[in-house]
Antibody, heavy 122, light 110 residues
Framework: EVELVESGGGLVKPGGSLTLSCAASGFTFSDAWMSWVRQAPGKGLEWVGRIKSKTDGGTTDYAAPVKGRFTISRDDSKNTLFLQMNSLKTEDTAVYYCTTDKGYGSIYFASWGQGTLVTVSS | QSVLTQPPSVSEAPRQRVTISCSGS????????VNWYQQLPGKAPKLLIY???LLPSGVSDRFSGSKSGTSASLAISGLQSEDEADYYCAAWDDSLYGVVFGGGTKLTVL
């Protein structure tokens, strides 16, 4: 059974940095494309970005609001996905979910973690 | 302002049928499949429908999806109180080169 467990959330000041982790199990992590999706309090879902498997190039893509500030990486030896967040803004406050990506063309998020809350506030 | 447009809320009585619409453009729904997610109160989202109309294993066949051009819809038949949730449509957007979501629709079972 697929399991995704996010960690690393917390309170950080505007302009600060934070790194989230997502521990994966129950599937071949090294073959998986993975995404981060966030949800601001009381708001809808927003895709943050994704990383392809190393077999498929290991490249990353990001949504415009986070491009240049956030970096997605992976450690296949530890079955762990990361989201490094720099220059954080109050509008980055959200629950961050990691997901497994499936499909080609229009990818879909087959499995989700329970999420970790990031609060950006002075 | 979400790229995909959904009604903020819908409501219907138990055992009835309800549909939730999702409207997009040629760069997303017009050229790519739509996927739907269900988010129960206080829970993480869950995949409900993928590739316009396919159901993941374990999802009730009371849920169905369809798409035509730049519009899609999710239908739920035989409504139950446990269906009360937020529903989101999503698709890849070729112009933005990323996944875009609808703003979400809150379903209330009266």
């Amino acid at each position: 059974e697929v399991e995704l467990v996010e960690s690393g959330g917390g309170l950080v000041k505007p302009g600060g940095s934070l790194t989230l982790s997502c521990a994966a199990s129950g599937f071949t992590f090294s073959d998986a494309w993975m995404s981060w999706v966030r949800q601001a309090p009381g708001k809808g879902l927003e895709w943050v970005g994704r990383i392809k498997s190393k077999t498929d190039g290991g490249t990353t893509d990001y949504a415009a609001p986070v491009k240049g500030r956030f970096t997605i990486s992976r450690d296949d030896s530890k079955n762990t996905l990361f989201l490094q967040m720099n220059s954080l803004k109050t509008e980055d406050t959200a629950v961050y979910y990691c997901t497994t990506d499936k499909g080609y063309g229009s990818i879909y998020f087959a499995s989700w973690g329970q999420g970790t809350l990031v609060t950006v506030s002075s | 302002q979400s790229v995909l447009t959904q009604p903020p809320s819908v409501s219907e009585a138990p055992r009835q049928r309800v549909t939730i619409s999702c409207s997009g453009s040629s760069s997303n729904l017009g050229n790519n499949a739509v996927n739907w997610y269900q988010q129960l109160p206080g829970k993480a989202p869950k995949l409900l429908i993928y590739y316009d109309h396919l159901l993941p294993s374990g999802v009730s066949d009371r849920f169905s999806g369809s798409k035509s051009g730049t519009s899609a819809s999710l239908a739920i038949s035989g409504l139950q109180s446990e269906d009360e949730a937020d529903y989101y449509c999503a698709a890849w957007d070729d112009s933005l080169y990323g996944v875009v979501f609808g703003g979400g629709t809150k379903l209330t079972v009266l």
